[in-house]
């Protein structure tokens, strides 16, 4: 059986970095979100980072099994002094991006 594509985005206040991982092999990977459009000091939006992320997971998974496929959940952390309203944009994103409320795991950094 094969295993779970999970994509996990940070957000931090200054940077956002993105991973996946197949829990089916352990093959995990970092993932480039650098879009050169922005300057360094301007992270990017969330509803520009996700589907970015989710296209860069599908990609990464094609090169290591040469199957196309798209994450199955998406993991979204965030600094604990976020908003209310920033948490939700990030929740957002996600739909805008294809993810259904079950597929999401949106929480503070650090947690587990």
Known sequence: MNGAIVLTIDFTDGAVS???VD???GLAQRLSLDSGDQAADAPQPPDVVVPAATSAAAVAHA???GVMTGPDTL????PADWTHGQVGGLRDAAAAAGF???QVTVRTLGAP
């Open 18 to 20: 993105a991973g996946v």
């Open 23 to 25: 829990t089916g092999t």
């Open 63 to 65: 090169q290591l099994h």
């Open 75 to 78: 993991v979204l952390t965030h």
């Open 100 to 102: 259904a409320p079950g």
